[in-house]
């Protein structure tokens, strides 16, 4: 091997061609410009449903980290584009160019199509009812990159081709262009993002439909389908309205006197269709069956002299291997990458695992922004409860969740900075047994305080037993308006303790206030990833006024300094909105509305991505609406997970 034949064959396979250089150079144009932090390029399912980004998430491809990798998928790209101009050259009609920019849209907009569709199908369709196949980063996950584009191409190669890289001059050195490409490709997969595990699958679903297509026009499916069809057309012209029926053609003149008036006519006599010359829809299905008919072997054809042409056996080293055809190849590939993603996504679960218990084990770093000097708590829960039903009891079950997994050693951080604050109205058998269970147990007795309110906070009245009423009727009328003036009062007076609860609360001199219905219990791990959760927002929002981890009005987590505009938003909707729920009401001012009260909220609620606390209630709820057994469980999407204004931890 010299010298010219290695930069004869350089010049000719490394040579950059037109629309990969104009891809090129627009990514290195986009990693130039400084963009501002709000001007984010990347593709996610929730950019383009939800923000309506999608000129940015078109131009993701384009934007990498580093003009290393930039100038490597360039070279890439410029690879395909040269070996499948050879595939797909020129014709008449249209240049190489122009078919290799078209195949590079259509496999892009096959890519965006999955990763669309994972996005919907795995945050929306299985975010209530399938917490095991719920996957947040399905829908937040913001990748960039060309690799998606690279390896479908890689997997179009290889069904089209087997060439091989030859030197000039010589044969000893042969390369085979798939095995080039799939290296090369393996090495910009390394350097790569590590969080795109959805775009990279949906990149390898999308090469598995190629194959999949392939493997059907091999196997001789499609022929098969048009032999069907074929067949299926000519019984229909052999049906006895075909073959007699006299097809006549006629012209109608100028001033005749009678015209058919439909575009064909018959008679029972003589059935006859009369078509005008204009129609000629019956034309096209003669000529179309007598097409058909004539490409068909007949009588005729079969009574001729064959020629037959004695073709010599193959010898063994000419016979294709079928482990080496290019479906084969194509599918090893995808198993190699498929494991290659495999593999990259358990090591980064593995490291963001770690990464998390080591945040959480570390207590100086979860609390570095809190001044205990001024706040000496750091989360105080508010527990209301009341006389259920049937006396259920939820709220044992709620309280020996929290602590099950809160310190109980006394030099444990966390110690003397968490308490538990549970009201209830007089007569309640189920709060006189906890107060009495937990005030002997060391943790609960420590944590636990017990109040015992005066004013009762409201319940959904039992119903009586009368005869149902009809609908339209006064009576149901007057019912319904007293129902509304009940619902009134009802909201009031939840607002009104609410108030006095979060006012309560003040006094502790808390640095999160949360709010929690005593059928919440709290889920497995679930103290651990309220912290991460906690702690994550603090880092990404400091002005944050709130966290949000469970559903309605329970998980709802205040800073110390939103608590007093919710407090005011509260009494403001008391006196102007009574028919909104108090739970709705403290929703909407950690999101920043009203906006003369809670503006400085707006944009600043994080919530986890999935459900910390799960519902126990179920048909036992004390509100107008009951609720199913199974409802909002652990693993459930987040309420507000998937929202514009909404910042999103992921806890899994």
């Known amino acids: 091997m010299n010298l010219n034949a290695l930069s004869t064959f350089t010049s000719n396979t490394l040579r950059i061609r037109i629309v990969s250089g104009l891809l090129g150079l627009a990514s290195l144009l986009l990693f130039l410009v400084e963009f501002d932090s709000d001007f984010r390029i990347c593709l996610s399912a929730h950019s383009v449903l939800s923000k309506g980004q999608i000129f940015r998430s078109f131009i993701a491809p384009l934007v990498d980290s580093n003009v290393f990798l930039i100038l490597l998928n360039t070279t890439i790209l410029s690879l395909f584009e040269n070996s499948l101009h050879k595939i797909f050259p020129s014709t008449q009609t249209s240049s190489s160019t122009s078919r290799f920019f078209g195949i590079l849209c259509i496999l892009y907009s096959l890519f965006i199509i999955a990763r669309l569709t994972f996005g919907y199908i795995f945050f929306y369709g299985t975010g209530w009812s399938n917490p095991k196949f719920f996957f947040s980063t399905s829908w937040h996950e913001c990748s960039m990159g060309l690799f998606p584009v690279l390896f479908e191409f890689l997997i179009l190669e290889s069904l089209f081709t087997t060439d091989r890289y030859y030197f000039s001059g010589t044969n000893s050195l042969r390369l085979r262009k798939n095995t080039v490409h ?228 006394e030099s444990d951080f966390f110690y003397n900075k968490l308490s538990i604050r549970v009201y209830s109205p007089p007569d309640n058998p189920v709060f006189d047994e906890a107060k009495e269970l937990f005030s002997s147990d060391k943790k609960g007795s420590h944590y636990i305080h017990w109040e015992q309110i005066l004013t009762p906070i409201p319940k959904k009245p039992l119903s009586d037993s009368q005869e149902p009423i009809k609908e339209g009727s006064s009576e149901a009328k007057e019912k319904k308006a007293l129902q509304e003036i009940n619902s009134r009062a009802r909201n009031r007076r939840m607002m009104k303790h609410r108030m006095e609860m979060l006012g309560d609360a003040l006094l502790t001199n808390s640095s999160y206030i949360m709010l929690l219905e005593d059928d919440f219990v709290l889920c497995e791990n679930g103290w651990n990833s309220m912290l991460f959760t906690i702690d994550s927002i603090m880092n990404e929002l400091p002005n944050h006024c709130g966290v949000f981890v469970a559903t309605g009005g329970s998980g709802l987590i205040f800073t110390y300094y939103s608590t007093p505009l919710v407090i005011e938003a509260l009494l403001f909707a008391n006196e102007s909105t009574p028919d909104i729920p108090s739970d709705i009401v403290m929703q909407k001012c950690v999101r920043g509305t009203p906006e003369t009260i809670c503006g400085q909220c707006k944009d600043n609620l994080g919530v986890s991505s999935e459900m910390i606390f799960k519902h126990i209630g179920g048909n036992s709820s004390t509100v107008e609406n009951m609720y199913v057994d199974d409802e909002w469980q652990c693993g459930w999407r987040q309420v507000f997970n998937g929202e514009e204004d909404i910042y999103v931890i992921d806890i899994r």
């Open 182 to 409: 799939a290296l090369l490709c393996g090495l910009s997969f390394i350097l790569s993002q590590k969080n795109s595990f959805w775009y990279d699958l949906s990149s390898i679903t999308v090469s598995s439909l190629l194959i999949g297509v392939a493997f059907l026009v091999r196997e001789g499916f499609f022929h098969k389908v048009f032999i069907l069809l074929r067949d299926t057309k000519q019984k229909i012209l052999s049906m006895p309205f075909f073959s007699n029926t006299t097809i006549q053609y006629n012209s109608p003149t100028k001033g005749s006197a009678t015209q058919p008036k439909y575009a064909f006519e018959a008679t029972s006599q003589n059935p006859q269709v009369i078509i005008p010359n204009t129609t000629s829809a019956f034309t096209l299905v003669e000529k179309s069956r007598k097409r058909t008919m004539n490409s068909t072997d007949s009588l005729e054809t079969l009574s001729q002299p064959q020629i037959h042409v004695d073709i010599p056996e193959p010898s063994s080293s000419q016979k294709e291997n079928p482990s080496q055809s290019p479906l084969s190849l194509a599918l090893r590939l995808v198993i190699v990458f498929s494991l290659l993603l495999y593999i990259r996504l358990d090591y980064t679960n593995t490291q963001s695992t770690q990464t998390r218990n080591t945040l959480i084990s570390t207590s100086p770093h979860l609390v570095r922004m809190i001044d205990f000097s001024e706040n000496p708590q750091f989360l105080t829960v508010l527990i209301p409860t009341v006389p259920r039903p049937k006396k259920q009891r939820h709220l044992m079950y709620t309280l020996q969740g929290l602590l099950d997994q809160w310190p109980e050693d």
